[in-house]
């Protein structure tokens, strides 16, 4: 079996009096996707801050292609080849999508075509008609799209999202999903936080879920799918998008429903 390019052991990580972590291992191999499940405050955004440096560990190890990254300032470790689309996207709102994806180029470590700023426009057609916005004149869905470009520009050899499409318009999920399915078959290793299990199944290879610090359990995405029971014991994984057929595809209602909400809240930073 390959050696992974993430491996995480026996983590444990607090916040002052409040552990939060409780003995995590984690692989994430090259050119996997890992989908991690789980419901609010289990530890999910715990863990990618401890992997970041940003939330200090208290126990266990975080080795990237071999070197331990416990201890290393969350610069050093994105240096290293890993970058994070944050939960809540963290655009920069005196930045324009241009300088967004300008400000933030470099070549940490991923092979074939690098990422510039004309494939980002390439990947999200939309980005390219708002070069010249800021980023607190997008919309939520901009915003992400910008989120993952301005991760991707840096070339990682890692891309951690955390809630990929949480509060996004039915549509704009959609095209997140594509994105993350055209990334999967281009060989991007990719570790992603999501609610929509049915998305999930379609694109990663594993998945993972988080219950109260633990890994509550771990398999193939085809074992996930066809146990349905474990989607009702930790509940709050959702199966679709919208109003979801049993493949888990956004029905009709579902997208309506988007376009309308999509219109109507389209303009200020923070909507989708």
């Known amino acids: 079996m390959t050696e992974a390019l993430l491996q995480v052991r026996a983590l444990e990580t607090a916040y002052g009096a409040s552990q939060v972590l409780f003995g995590i291992d984690l692989d994430v191999r090259a050119g996997e996707t890992i989908g991690l499940l789980g ?14 440096g940003l939330a200090r560990s208290r126990g266990g190890s975080i080795r990237f292609d071999g070197r331990e990254l416990i201890g290393l300032s969350p610069d050093r470790i994105a240096r290293n080849g890993l970058a994070l689309v944050p939960e809540g996207r963290q655009v920069f709102p005196n930045l324009s999508v241009h300088e967004h994806l300008t400000a933030f180029a470099a070549r940490r470590g991923a092979g074939g075509e690098p990422w510039t700023a004309p494939r980002i426009y390439e990947l999200f057609p939309r980005l390219a008609e708002r070069r010249a916005n800021m980023g607190n004149q997008l919309s939520g869905g901009e915003q992400q799209m910008l989120a993952i470009g301005r991760a991707l520009v840096t070339n990682p050899r890692l891309l951690i999202l955390d809630e990929a499409t949480e509060g996004l318009a039915p549509l704009i999920r959609e095209e997140i999903w594509r994105c993350l399915r055209q990334l999967r078959e281009a060989g991007q290793t990719i570790l992603v936080i999501d609610k929509y299990v049915h998305r999930l199944v379609d694109i990663a290879d594993r998945q993972l879920i988080v219950e109260r610090g ?16 474990l ?13 979801a057929d049993p493949a888990g595809h956004a029905g009709l209602a579902g997208i309506q429903a988007g376009r309308t909400r999509q219109a109507r809240l389209r303009g200020p930073a923070g909507t989708a």
């Open 231 to 243: 989607w009702s014991r930790y509940s709050r994984l959702r199966p679709g998008s919208g109003c």
């Open 39 to 52: 419901r609010n405050g289990m530890g999910k955004t715990t863990l990618v801050r401890s992997i970041f």
């Open 214 to 229: 633990r890994i509550a359990w771990s398999g193939s995405s085809a074992e996930l799918d066809a146990d349905r029971s």
